[in-house]
T-cell receptor, first 111, second 114 residues
Framework: KNEVEQSPQNLTAQEGEFITINCSYS?????LHWLQQHPGGGIVSLFM???GKKKHGRLIATINIQEKHSSLHITASHPRDSAVYIC?????????????FGTGTLLAVQP | DAMVIQNPRYQVTQFGKPVTLSCSQT?????MYWYQQKSSQAPKLLFH???????NEADTPDNFQSRRPNTSFCFLDIRSPGLGDAAMYLC?????????????FGSGTQLSVL
């Protein structure tokens, strides 16, 4: 079982819909990252969270440390949001910045 | 302006022909990472540098080497590329080694092996 699990693996939405992508992890963490990767492209860091909630434009990320769960929300989705969204965590123990990646959620937003 | 720059964006090489991928950063970060990402898979850390200290992941093949001649530049050398080495190679940086430091990624180099 992966230490970082995402759901759903694939998501198709209509333009304007509210989207939620979930991430659960089984290890103690010091930080959780939400990353975006467009097809054939590099990775863009969207959020880094250790508690609470962060908002940037139409994107909102929340984390519940007790439940070991994070969500990424996209409001008023747009076709340009189509990408793979990856959840990744830093382990709590050890002085390491090595990320443990989830397998990603492929989002397609249709006009 | 791009802060982590990878060149080239696409690289084609022949089976067994050495290839070098480059990464530069304008952030003056201490740590630089190289990740390999195969199609539909999560990125896999190959190695990282903290300043000039090189740290190899245990399962990184010997075929992969790296150089960091100065703070700004880091190179990934694949000595004898095989078909299985075709992948996206991602460079990333962080200011320090602390887990709370944000990572900054380059746009990647897509490597094809013919």
């Amino acid at each position: 079982k992966n230490e970082v699990e995402q759901s759903p693996q694939n998501l198709t939405a209509q333009e304007g819909e509210f989207i939620t992508i979930n991430c659960s992890y089984s290890v103690g963490i010091s930080a959780l990252h939400w990353l975006q990767q467009h097809p054939g492209g590099g990775i863009v860091s969207l959020f880094m969270l250790s508690s609470g909630k962060k908002k940037h434009g139409r994107l909102i990320a929340t984390i519940n440390i007790q439940e070991k769960h994070s969500s990424l929300h996209i409001t008023a989705s747009h076709p340009r949001d189509s990408a793979v969204y990856i959840c990744a965590v830093n382990r709590l123990r050890g002085a390491t910045n090595k990320l443990i990646f989830g397998t990603g959620t492929l989002l397609a937003v249709q006009p | 302006d791009a802060m982590v720059i990878q060149n080239p964006r696409y690289q084609v090489t022949q089976f067994g022909k050495p290839v070098t991928l480059s990464c530069s950063q304008t952030l003056n970060h201490n740590v630089m990472y190289w990740y390999q990402q195969k199609s539909s898979q999560a990125p896999k850390l190959l190695f990282h540098y903290y300043d000039k200290d090189f740290n190899n992941e245990a399962d990184t093949p010997d075929n992969f080497q790296s150089r960091r001649p100065n703070t700004s530049f880091c190179f990934l050398d694949i000595r004898s590329p095989g078909l299985g080495d075709a992948a996206m190679y991602l460079c990333a940086t962080s200011r320090d080694w602390d887990p709370s430091e944000k990572l900054f990624f380059g746009s990647g180099t897509q490597l094809s092996v013919l």
